[in-house]
T-cell receptor, first 111, second 111 residues
Framework: GQQVMQIPQYQHVQEGEDFTTYCNSS?????IQWYKQRPGGHPVFLIQ?????EVKKQKRLTFQFGEAKKNSSLHITATQTTDVGTYFC???????????FGTGTLLAVQP | DGGITQSPKYLFRKEGQNVTLSCEQN?????MYWYRQDPGQGLRLIYY???????QKGDIAEGYSVSREKKESFPLTVTSAQKNPTAFYLC??????????FGPGTRLTVL
């Protein structure tokens, strides 16, 4: 079946270091969404990318959607302790936008 | 105050009992979703509904049932046929093909 793989599963960084998580789909996606889930919390929407090769920035966060619409990445510049949490990508399937979630990357930031 | 609510936050049930999880939204969204989250894994889609009185199975529907009698409400019943029901259950809503808004979740433990 259709799968979305995400790496790494876990990343531990020192505050101020950069962080990147990668997302790969076995099939072409209609769009990709990114969510952040704080420990003990629920996923919160960050961004949606729709176009091939699209790049979007939100302050220290940079999101990319691959040319083939099968992969995506999230890069955080100069991490802060507030960035702690699990980052999920979610690939959209068709017009209904059923999402396939990746396994997530847990980010730990040491002050 | 618009949002999506789930109750209860924690739920304990004996093995073999059916249990119903509540999900209500006042965002006027047409689409609603139920996900299951297990430790170290992403979210897996159980059921989704795009319109009142209609719903479709997701990737792991076996042992679960839903109803959508009102736009605002999408309750999930975990039946005794679900082999491993202990998990974190998340409800979400969206406009079609849009970002998904998640409720705070219900943590179900079957004893």
């Amino acid at each position: 079946g259709q799968q979305v793989m995400q790496i790494p599963q876990y990343q531990h960084v020192q505050e101020g270091e950069d962080f990147t998580t990668y997302c790969n789909s076995s099939t072409t996606l209609s769009n990709i969404q990114w969510y952040k889930q704080r420990p003990g919390g629920h996923p919160v929407f960050l961004i949606q990318l729709v176009k091939s090769g699209e790049v979007k920035k939100q302050k220290r966060l940079t999101f990319q959607f691959g040319e083939a619409k099968k992969n995506s990445s999230l890069h955080i510049t100069a991490t802060q302790t507030t960035d702690v949490g699990t980052y999920f990508c979610a690939g959209g399937r068709g017009a209904t936008n059923k999402l396939i979630f990746g396994t997530g990357t847990l980010l730990a930031v040491q002050p | 105050d618009g949002g999506i609510t789930q109750s209860p936050k924690y739920l304990f049930r004996k093995e073999g009992q059916n249990v119903t999880l509540s999900c209500e939204q006042n965002l006027n969204h047409d689409a609603m979703y139920w996900y299951r989250q297990d430790p170290g894994q992403g979210l897996r889609l159980i059921y989704y509904s795009q319109i009142v009185n209609d719903f479709q199975k997701g990737d792991i529907a076996e042992g679960y049932s839903v109803s959508r009698e009102k736009k605002e409400s999408f309750p999930l019943t975990v039946t005794s046929a679900q082999k491993n029901p202990t998990a974190f259950y998340l409800c979400a809503s969206s406009i079609l093909a849009g970002e998904q808004f998640f409720g705070p979740g219900t943590r179900l433990t079957v004893l």
